[in-house]
């Protein structure tokens, strides 16, 4: 199994651009979420999905949007990028919301410019 | 709101002995807690786990403790080695679908 894989590693972005972070699990794992890592803050839960067709938001939602078509797949995409959004992005699947470990991928660093 | 948080935001210790790295939680409902360690330019990786109504679970070299009466967690590493050097998060869950972590204490080994 490859696990959590998230593509790209590395983007820069300017003020007002659109993108999306991708975030494919190939563990067949129905919970998935997105963090957000900044110094200091720790990870930040964005938004989350218990399985296909159903999400849901985090504690830091403004600005993002995400979507669940597939079990393996949860995009996130930032409509208009904005400084406050450079940070490392993390993506994390569990078999179930019910008190099984986050796996977690190695990360999107985006740059806002 | 309920927050996560760690007592020391650095811990430093000889190769071979003990770690000790703590975290306090203030949501009393919280009933599953993770230990994460994060190396540099990499996803957090799970360690440990512990539900609620345990108060101590034991895995390789690393023994997490739950004190739910002061609402404390703490991660014990065995002869720490300078592999072990790394970022450490305590998460807490309560009865909801939310994971959150705390800020994390960096682990830093020396021979």
């Known amino acids: 199994n490859a696990g959590v894989t998230q593509t790209p590693k590395f983007q820069v972005l300017k003020t007002g651009q659109s993108m999306t972070l991708q975030c494919a699990q190939d563990m067949n794992h129905e919970y998935m979420s997105w963090y957000r890592q900044d110094p200091g803050m720790g990870l930040r839960l964005i938004h989350y999905?218990?399985?296909?067709?159903?999400?849901d938001q985090g504690e830091v939602p403004n600005g993002y949007n995400v979507s669940r078509s597939t079990t393996e797949d949860f995009p996130l995409r930032l409509l208009s990028a904005a400084p406050s959004q450079t940070s490392v992005y993390f993506c994390?699947?569990?078999?179930?919301?019910?008190?099984?470990?986050?796996?977690f991928g190695n990360g999107t660093r985006l740059t806002v410019t | 709101g309920e927050s996560v948080g760690l007592h020391l935001p650095t811990l430093s210790v000889q190769e071979g002995d003990n770690s000790i790295i703590n975290c306090a939680y203030s949501n009393s409902a919280s009933d599953y807690f993770i230990w994460y360690k994060q190396e540099s330019g990499k996803g957090p990786q799970f360690i440990i786990d512990?539900?609620?109504?345990?108060d101590k679970r034991q895995g390789q070299r690393v023994t997490v403790l739950l004190n739910k009466t002061v609402k404390h967690l703490s991660l014990q590493i065995a002869a720490t080695q300078p592999g072990d050097s790394a970022v450490y998060f305590c998460?807490?869950?309560?009865?909801?679908?939310?994971?959150?972590f705390g800020t994390g204490t960096r682990l830093q080994v020396f021979p």
């Open positions: 512990i539900r609620s109504n345990m």
């Open positions: 994390a699947s569990s078999y179930n919301s019910n008190n099984s470990p986050l796996h």
């Open positions: 999905s218990v399985g296909a067709g159903i999400t």
């Open positions: 998460a807490e869950k309560e009865n909801t679908d939310k994971l959150i």
